[in-house]
């Protein structure tokens, strides 16, 4: 049986997951007009990069380059040289995969969420939710052997330095709300 956190914020993991596929689905269509406006050329849409230039600029195009790796299928019966295109379409099976990675760590995320609630605000005899933190900010009214509280917390999606999306959820004790 759930903890009264659990019981309170977990109803929310869905919306969550959703949220991230949306995301994913978003980022595919994304790739797939980059893609189309490059006439399908993978060298020109998402180059691996060479040369000279800093460990940042070098991160971000590897990113860009496995995105569009991680999506595509390079044509048949081409021969592809560093000089030359590499044509490539948009691959529904690993659209889909990368729609279902994107469910799976969101899920993740979520269930660390809670954990990490849990690990904040220790043993609660209640627990009730106001907002919907997924689409803006939500409040956790809490009973606890030492009082009430109220914790605040609001969904950002960040992306670090590399270029990877992820979900952070900063979560603040509201002092004098309980």
């Given at each position: 049986?759930?903890?009264?956190?659990?019981?309170?914020?977990?109803?929310?993991?869905?919306?969550?997951?959703?949220?991230?596929?949306?995301?994913?689905?978003?980022?595919?269509?994304?790739?797939?007009?980059?893609?189309?406006?490059?006439?399908?050329?993978?060298?020109?849409?998402?180059?691996?990069?060479?040369?000279?230039?800093?460990?940042?600029?070098?991160?971000?195009?590897?990113?860009?380059?496995?995105?569009?790796?991680?999506?595509?299928?390079?044509?048949?019966?081409?021969?592809?040289?560093?000089?030359?295109?590499?044509?490539?379409?948009?691959?529904?099976?690993?659209?889909?995969?990368?729609?279902?990675?994107?469910?799976?760590?969101?899920?993740?995320?979520?269930?660390?969420?809670?954990?990490?609630?849990?690990?904040?605000?220790?043993?609660?005899t209640t627990a009730r939710?106001?907002?919907?933190?997924?689409?803006?900010?939500?409040?956790?009214?809490?009973?606890?052997?030492?009082?009430?509280?109220?914790?605040?917390?609001?969904?950002?999606?960040?992306?670090?330095?590399?270029?990877?999306?992820?979900?952070?959820?900063?979560?603040?004790?509201?002092?004098?709300?309980?």
């Amino acid at each position: 049986m759930a903890n009264p956190i659990e019981a309170a914020v977990l109803p929310l993991k869905a919306a969550a997951v959703e949220r991230a596929a949306d995301h994913a689905r978003k980022t595919i269509n994304h790739v797939t007009a980059e893609l189309a406006a490059c006439g399908n050329d993978l060298h020109v849409a998402a180059p691996y990069p060479s040369g000279n230039m800093g460990k940042h600029e070098y991160m971000v195009k590897v990113a860009r380059y496995r995105l569009f790796e991680n999506l595509t299928t390079w044509r048949e019966h081409q021969s592809v040289g560093m000089n030359t295109p590499c044509y490539a379409d948009i691959d529904p099976e690993k659209c889909g995969k990368f729609i279902e990675a994107a469910r799976k760590d969101a899920a993740e995320q979520y269930d660390l969420f809670v954990a990490k609630l849990n690990q904040k605000i220790g043993v609660a005899t209640t627990a009730r939710l106001e907002g919907n933190h997924v689409w803006s900010c939500s409040f956790l009214y809490v009973t606890t052997p030492f009082g009430n509280q109220c914790w605040k917390t609001q969904q950002i999606i960040n992306q670090s330095k590399y270029g990877k999306l992820f979900s952070q959820f900063p979560t603040r004790k509201v002092k004098g709300k309980a």
